[in-house]
Every structure is written in structure tokens, then in C-alpha cells.
């Protein structure tokens, strides 16, 4: 019955989190005005285990973790147990730019992940993770002259990208783990810019939009070495394919006369004209007797190669355009701390202590110059659960502060709280009786 409870938990948890994913892309989920450039605002993919180490996990191998950054990690799951893992984040965000302060806040269900394992030496993984969000909406207002007025510009958008997937991680010989993670990437966006002026009677509004339905592939590789008796390293290794993205973006103008209500329309189509980009990542993990883990993760995203649809003013010509994005990387580091994993006696020296760091750089340009850099700092807590019949499941919680910003652009400070319950069942434990 136990086992039951759990199975429409998981399945609930699931289909949960994909209503909250379809809800947020319809409420402007990010609030965030970069999120007009590119694919909107790329999501963090990480689970609760390793968020208060900043997202660090690409070496990261353990049989009680679901640790989606690198496939090949499934293979360390044990014969008996069955792990899900749900999470979920809140978070305050502030927009300065010159003398205007503006504060946002919102709350998602980011992602609902499982893992077991299959046969020996191989784990398989399913689940659902965000991929990207668009949610923004303001106003400026400039005035010009009298004969045109104060013009008035007005933008919009929401949507975002979303991804369930099924992985599989092997351990053919003792220290290599190879893995994949296949994946179905679908949602929409639409974006609309609106102008209108004090003394013409013509509007202009332009509405861009586009629909996301394809796959995703990414494969893994750890190699873990024993240093001594009491140490262990592990190298990953992860590489994402490229590919277009079956999607045709849609542009849509409509000037519309107010005085005889009388509207023109032109519409232009790009046929697949949307486009994943090639990813390298590659992380080094140390730890020492079970009790200390320090890792390091470093990623590269080619999005300097990719053309994006852009409307040109002079040509009045809606068409792909090289030089609007750019390669993005990161860099992060973590470290995991438990004083005594097997303590009986203090509760808090089985509480895994966690800090983290993190420098980005931005995929998009804004008016030919780079978009915010981004810094961020996080710590967090891995709190075992205890009760009568399981002792094995944790509750991570950490804070992550973001400072995004960028010469002459709009600087923002995000400070976001994540929970994630990680389910650590034995589901295939046979029992003797006497």
C-alpha cells in the first residue's frame, strides 16, 4: 500500500508540475524585461541536492541523488532503491536603472524528476525540467516634437520552453559511466511591441510568435578514481546536440488608423527558423571519506554560430540575422559538507551543509552590445528525514542571490529560496520469513 501511496505521489507530482510549467507560461512567470532576447531567460536545471551549491553536479555521482546535469551518473543507483526528487522556488527580484527601482516576485514548481534502477549496473531516469522563460511587460514614454507628439511604446510577452525526458546511464567497466538523456522540448512564446503617438492617428503594433515542437539529446561520461583509501576523484563530461527546432516564427504587423478604424496587416513566416545550440561541459569532483565533496563545473553553449529571426526597419523585411547572439559559458564551484554521515546521537552532524559560486556570461546582444554578465552566490542544507519506516529521504533548502548586470542596461538582483524533497525508497528489497 506503501508503495502505491507513493506511485500516485509521483505520477501526481508529475502532471503537477506541468500544469504549473503551462500556468507560468501563460503569467509571466519570469517578470524579467531580457527575457525578449533569444529563447527568454534560460532556466536552471539542477535539482534540490546540489542548488545550494549553485548548480555545480556534472561530476556529481552518488545512488541516492537524481542528478540530471550528467546521465552517466545513473549508473550509481543500487539495486534497491527507487528515488524521486520535486522541487520547488520562490524568489524577490529588483530592476534599477538610473533613479527607478522596481521589485517583482513570483513562485514556480520547477521540476519533478525519478530514478532506478533497471538492471545491473544500469539506472534509468525520467522526468520533467524547465528549459527557458519569457514574462515581461512596461512602457515607455518619449516625447518628440509637436507635430508628432509624445510617443508611447508598450511591450509584452510570456511563454517559455519546457522539456520531459527519459535517460539511461551504463557502467560497462569499474571507473567509466557513460549515459543519455533523450528528450521532447515544446511550448510557445509571443512577444508584442505596441507604439502610438499623442497627435498622429496611427498605431503600430508588432506581435512575434512561434511554436516549439522537438527533441532534445544529450550524452554523458564520469570516470571516478579511487586516491588512497579514503579519497575519491571523478571526472564528467557532458555534450548537448545542436539541431533546428521544427519551428517557424511568425511576425505580424497591424498599423491601425484610430480616427476611421481602419487596420492594415502583413504577416512573415520563417520556416524553421528557430535552433538549439551545441553544448560542451566538463566537471571535476574531489571527495573525501564520504564526508567532504568539492567540484568544479565549467560549460559552453554555442549560440554565437546560431541565426535568429529579427524585423529589419530599413528593409521592412522579417528574415534570420547572424550577430544578435553569442556564445555563453559558466563557471561554478560547490562543496558539500556532512560531519558524520552515520552519527546516531546529533542529528546535525548528518545535516549536509552546502555553499556555492557562480560566474555567467550572457547568449544575447542588446542594440550590438553584450547583455548582463551574471554573478551569483548560494548555501544550502541537506536535512535527513526520519521517521519510523524511512530513514534514507532529505529535504534540501537553500538560498541563491543573483546580480545580473551590464554597462548602461538594466541591473537586477535576484535572491530566490529552493526546496526540493528527495524520495530515497527501497522498493526492491525482498523480504525473509521465518
Avoid at 539511461?168 to 505596441?194: E, F
Wanted: proline letters at 3%; one cysteine or more; charged letters at 15%.
Amino acid at each position: 500500500m506503501k508503495k502505491s501511496i507513493f506511485c500516485g505521489f509521483m505520477v501526481a507530482s508529475i502532471l503537477t508540475a506541468s500544469t504549473m510549467r503551462a500556468q507560468s507560461n501563460t503569467q509571466s512567470s519570469t517578470m524579467s524585461p531580457y527575457s525578449q532576447y533569444g529563447l527568454g531567460i534560460l532556466a536552471d536545471q539542477s535539482q534540490g541536492f546540489n542548488r545550494g551549491m549553485n548548480g555545480t553536479g556534472l561530476a556529481l555521482r552518488s545512488g541516492t541523488l537524481v542528478n540530471t546535469l550528467n546521465p552517466a551518473s545513473y549508473s550509481a543507483i543500487d539495486s534497491l532503491t527507487m528515488l524521486f526528487d520535486a522541487g520547488l522556488s520562490a524568489q524577490h527580484t529588483n530592476f534599477k536603472e538610473g533613479n527607478t527601482s522596481v521589485n517583482t516576485r513570483k513562485g514556480t514548481f520547477d521540476y519533478a524528476v525519478g530514478l532506478f534502477r533497471m538492471r545491473r549496473h544500469l539506472g534509468v531516469s525520467f522526468g520533467l525540467l524547465p528549459f527557458s522563460d519569457v514574462g515581461y511587460n512596461y512602457t515607455t514614454s518619449t516625447y518628440l516634437s509637436t507635430t508628432i507628439g509624445r510617443i508611447t511604446e508598450t511591450y509584452s510577452g510570456k511563454g517559455g520552453l519546457h522539456q520531459a525526458f527519459v535517460g539511461a546511464g551504463w557502467n560497462p567497466v569499474k571507473p567509466l559511466s557513460v549515459g543519455v538523456n533523450v528528450g521532447y522540448l515544446w511550448g510557445n512564446y509571443t512577444r508584442s511591441a505596441t507604439s502610438s503617438a499623442t497627435v498622429t492617428v496611427n498605431s503600430l503594433s508588432k506581435t512575434y510568435k512561434a511554436s516549439v515542437s522537438s527533441y532534445t539529446l544529450n550524452v554523458g561520461m564520469q570516470w571516478q578514481q579511487p586516491i588512497g583509501r579514503q579519497d575519491r576523484l571523478t571526472l564528467g563530461a557532458t555534450w548537448g546536440v545542436g539541431h533546428k527546432l521544427n519551428a517557424d516564427p511568425i511576425c505580424e504587423i497591424i498599423t491601425l488608423n484610430t480616427a476611421t478604424v481602419v487596420s492594415d496587416t502583413t504577416i512573415f513566416t520563417i520556416k524553421n527558423g528557430l535552433e538549439l545550440p551545441t553544448t560542451i561541459g566538463a566537471g571535476l569532483a574531489w571527495e573525501h571519506q564520504q564526508r567532504l565533496t568539492v567540484a568544479a563545473d565549467f560549460s559552453l553553449q554555442k549560440w554565437g554560430g546560431i541565426s535568429f529571426p529579427d524585423y529589419d526597419e530599413e528593409q521592412k523585411t522579417y528574415q534570420l540575422r547572424s550577430g544578435l547572439l553569442k556564445d555563453r559559458t559558466r563557471l561554478s564551484i560547490g562543496m558539500d559538507y556532512v560531519p558524520q554521515p552515520l552519527s546516531r546521537r546529533s542529528y546535525l552532524k548528518r545535516v549536509h551543509y552546502k555553499l556555492g559560486a557562480a560566474y555567467a556570461t550572457p547568449y544575447y546582444k542588446i542594440n550590438g552590445q553584450d547583455g548582463p554578465k551574471e554573478m551569483s552566490l548560494s548555501a544550502g542544507l541537506g536535512l535527513p528525514l526520519q521517521n519510523a519506516w524511512n530513514n534514507r529521504s532529505v529535504l534540501n533548502v537553500s538560498a541563491q542571490w543573483i546580480h545580473s548586470s551590464a554597462k548602461d542596461l538594466i541591473t537586477d538582483n535576484t535572491f530566490r529560496i529552493s526546496v526540493g524533497l528527495t524520495f530515497n525508497e527501497k522498493w526492491f528489497d525482498k523480504f525473509r520469513i521465518e
